[in-house]
């Protein structure tokens, strides 16, 4: 697919996907997991400093699905997959926490080593120019199931009972829209999605909230020689070193038993950890039983080791799902 000396970075295809554009924006992902000390620390551009000291260019390949980019990861033949884990808007991915549930064992050695969070504007896109008064021509809007919860005042204000299909991306969403001149479908998608499919804007801003943001998550193979100095080095004494780390884990507690989830969530109080983050989705073992998530923060070389240990004693089932460096800019700021 691409050369060996190439890092491979999959995402939700095809071109012009939000995800996509995390990697064209996103040098600081890159910078985070691949700020090694070794380089000087006088280069005028640390960040492109950063992947030359890394050794390698980056090639990028579109994914279908959630579920193609980790089994690339999972199969060795993507380095790295980015992957939206949370909307500040619509919430919680639900295809990503699926796959992290990963009831079937199939990505046993996918593991999150990094996060990126991207501000999302969307347009309303269409194959041919319409003005706001002809929106009563358009009779199907497509976009990723994620879009629509980001827009819901505006389609509520301008669409209410419109058919919507979901497709696979935004990006896919314009692809499809811009063969269509007819003037009676929209996507909503980004500026640069309809700019790549030559599709026209039909109007822009038209999420909820114009602090609208995505946070990805960067997945490698925890087994791969390839992406191993990427992963967050604890060791380093460069910029990472300060920053506040998140840790993800999914596990699984003895339902019947009164207290069990307090219990769990107890350790972090009693290690003093801050949790940033909590999710379910149902096991599939038994109706009613669950898979959390819980994301914690904590500062460098802290006892999170001890803390995990002592969670996973208590727990029926347990999965550590990697440490990586805070991508927010500054405490509470995107
Ligand atoms: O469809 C895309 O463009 C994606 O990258 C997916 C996705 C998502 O699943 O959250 C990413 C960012 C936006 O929140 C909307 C859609």
Known sequence: MTNSTSTRVTFLGPSASFSHQVRKHGLSWSYNLFYRAPFSETCINKKQAALNSFGKSVKLFPSVSFTQAFSAVQNDSADYAVIPFENSTNGSVVQTLD??????????????????????????????????????????LYTHPQAWGQCDSFLTKNFTGVERQDVSSTSKATEIVSKDTTGQTAAIASRLAAENYNAFVLEENIEDRADNTTRFLILRNIQSARTANASVNLADNGVATSKTRKTLISFMIEHSSPGALADALSVF????????????????????????????????????????EELKSICKSYRDWGTWIDGLPFPGTV
Request: charged share 20%; proline share 5%.
């Open 99 to 140: 796959l992290l549930a990963d009831r079937q064992r199939l990505y046993k050695d996918v593991t999150v080593c990094g996060e990126y969070f991207l501000t999302v504007h969307h347009c309303l896109i269409a194959g041919k120019p319409v003005t706001k008064e002809e929106y009563g021509s358009i009779t199907k």
């Open 269 to 308: 109080k009693s290690h003093g950890l801050n949790l940033t983050s909590i999710n379910s989705r149902p096991s599939m073992l038994r109706p009613w039983q669950y898979i959390f998530f819980i994301e914690c923060e904590h500062v460098p070389n802290s006892s999170i080791h001890n803390t995990l």
